[in-house]
């Protein structure tokens, strides 16, 4: 692993030279000086953008690594030859696209689910549109929320998945909360990357949902026994005795029609004992009178 990551280094050293004209290539000359700024943690792939400034630009993801000089922004009819991560792609990215994220890297839309009738979206010219598969946002706002992932942890993503983990990594290390995207999608990541292509990733992430699915039914189902078991060892007496006397119920429950048959044998007894007593004594009665 490391030898490939090294080989491609090396083979790598035109591309640097390559990567970096593609960061300083700009319209704006002030953006171009910006870009001229040496990246603290510079990727060895080009990483690019389309913003069509949709959200909140100081909490954009996107926007903290243009500043840092991480991604350069696309105009909108400027081509990306690489993986583009899209909402209206119909492919899902895997390890199958690696060659392209090498050679020509990643991009991703930066744009709000509520407005994407507004992105002029046949003017984009796409190397390779992609979705993302199931991942776990880590950022602050939707941290554990499936799916609701920042411009950067799909970036970071997307590299992951190409075999490009140091620049996954690199990208992350502009946010202090970085980390913890690798932590909580450890499974994840790892089963998808020894997935060959793109049908193999949705087969993955397929069981992945209905097993742990079935775990969370599993698990509902064992704090339900436990709480149950805390409250007749905490529960007041009286609420213990109730517990107790409902917790047989439900335990002896196959036995009730036997009771209740029993109960009507002997209040059938009864009334037959009450009948027999009355005729007796109407017979005593008209003995007397006669």
Not at 142 to 149: M, Q
Request: hydrophobic residues 35%.
């Amino acid at each position: 692993m490391t030898k490939g990551r090294g080989g491609h280094g090396s083979r790598g050293g035109g591309r640097g030279g390559h990567h970096q004209q593609y960061l300083t290539s700009t319209h704006n000359p002030a953006d171009a000086r910006r870009r001229e700024a040496a990246c603290a943690h510079p990727t060895s792939v080009p990483l690019a953008m389309w913003d069509f400034e949709q959200c909140d630009p100081l909490r954009c993801t996107g926007k903290k690594l243009y500043r840092n000089g991480a991604l350069r922004l696309l105009s909108t009819k400027e081509p990306f030859r690489g993986v583009v991560l899209t909402p209206n792609a119909t492919e899902f990215v895997s390890p199958e696209d690696a060659e392209l994220v090498r050679q020509y890297g990643a991009a991703v839309v930066d744009c709000s689910w509520k407005e994407l009738d507004k992105v002029p979206w046949s003017q984009l010219r796409m190397g390779a549109p992609r979705l993302l598969p199931l991942l776990i946002a880590a950022n602050p706002v939707n941290y554990g929320r499936p799916s609701k992932l920042t411009c950067a942890e799909a970036l970071a993503a997307t590299l992951a998945l190409a075999g490009l983990d140091d620049d996954a990594h690199r990208v992350m290390s502009h946010f202090g909360w970085g980390d913890s995207f690798f932590d909580v999608n450890e499974e994840l990541l790892a089963g998808y990357a020894r997935c060959s292509n793109s049908a193999e990733v949705i087969a993955f992430q397929d069981n992945f949902v209905e097993t742990s699915h079935a775990e969370a039914q599993v698990g509902r189902d064992e704090l339900n026994q436990a709480l149950d078991d805390d409250l007749l060892s905490i529960a007041p007496l009286n609420q213990k005795k109730s517990l107790s006397r409902r917790k047989r119920w439900e335990d002896n429950s196959g036995d009730d029609e036997d009771e209740e048959q029993e109960v009507e044998d002997d209040e059938e007894s009864a009334n037959n004992e009450e009948e027999e007593d009355d005729e007796a004594e109407e017979r005593e009665a008209d003995a007397a009178i006669s």
